[in-house]
């Protein structure tokens, strides 16, 4: 089983930015074990896909309306996976998530586990 618990989300100001953590654990986690995604979804919306990074970290991939704005990093000794969020708007208002898949694939129906979500609020 694995544990993911995201952190850093809260109130900002549109034009801010903010870092979101996520931290793995977990008897089967190892730090390169998997790929890693970040989602999220805003009320009555449906969950979206922002971005995946590889095992190694080497390669990513990011949605094209975030391209340029958000960053996906991870640290595989820490076990921890980031998503730096910069020139944030209101329409980035959502609950993110991190999870983790087996498989390169930006579908959230590929994502074996999942954190329980960060809310981030940008005010206009």
């Known amino acids: 089983q694995v544990q993911l618990v995201e952190s850093g989300g809260g109130l900002v100001q549109a034009g801010g930015s903010l870092r979101l953590s996520c931290a793995a654990s977990g008897r089967t986690f190892s730090g390169s074990g998997y790929v890693m995604g970040w989602f999220r979804q805003a009320p009555g919306q449906e969950r979206e896909f922002i971005a995946v990074?590889?095992?190694?970290?080497?390669?990513?991939y990011y949605a094209d309306s975030v391209k340029g704005r958000f960053t996906i990093s991870r640290d595989n000794a820490e076990n921890t996976v980031y998503l730096q969020i910069n020139s944030l708007t209101p329409e980035d208002t959502a609950v993110y998530y991190c999870?983790?898949?087996?498989?390169?694939?930006?579908?959230?129906?590929?994502?074996?586990?999942w954190g329980q979500g960060t809310q981030v609020t940008v005010s206009s």
């Open positions: 999870a983790a898949s087996q498989n390169w694939s930006p579908r959230a129906s590929d994502y074996d586990y």
């Open positions: 990074i590889s095992r190694s970290g080497d390669h990513t």
